[in-house]
């Protein structure tokens, strides 16, 4: 498997890029439902300051996609998004999509990588209740009931930082986590 810039990999790359995103989160309201949604995700990653990476297996095809967006003067990225080939996936290509993107991270001074990975079915246990007023004593208990994906960035080492209750209408929040980025040496 090979990482490499979505830009190098032409429209192909950008077609299946765009095809992954509608596969894997059309069947959320917030997802992408059409090529279209998906194409322009791709070209909007292709932005001046953006990040945007996939992983190739042997044949050259998409098998997964990250992209990172600057934010607080350039000190945190926002992982977005991330999305890996259905029949590929825990086969360590996220993993390896998340430490390519920490390792360009490191290298432009990043101090913090986040992410905010919604809850908008039923995944876990903070979903389809009040969150209020102790959101973040919730945050600390968050457990997994189907597989959601906040147990994959716990593994990759990101941290629950906080929740927008009801981001996406009641009941269905977003989980924020994030991760910092070592540095290379003395600041
Ligand atoms: C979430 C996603 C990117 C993970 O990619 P992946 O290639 O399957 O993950 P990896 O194989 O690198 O997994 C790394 C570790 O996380 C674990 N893991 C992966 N997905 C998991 C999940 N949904 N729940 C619990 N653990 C998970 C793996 O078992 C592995 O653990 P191990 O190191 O102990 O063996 C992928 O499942 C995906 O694209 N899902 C659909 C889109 C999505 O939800 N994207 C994230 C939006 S915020």
Redesign the pocket.
Known sequence: MLIRDLEQGGEQASRQAAE?LVR??SHIPSGWHTLEEGLAEARESLGPDRVSRVALDENGDVV?WIGAVPCYQGHVWE?H??????D???????????ADLERLARERGVDTIY????DEDGRTNLSGVDLYPDVLSRAARIE?VG???????R??GFVVVGLIPDANGFGKPDILMAKRVESQGPQ
Do not use: E
């Open positions: 992954l894997c989160f997964g992982l998004p991330l999305v890996v080939r259905p590929r996936q825990r086969q360590g290509i996220g993993r390896a999509l998340v992410v905010g990975t919604d997994d597989g959601h994906p906040f147990a994959f960035y593994k990759c």
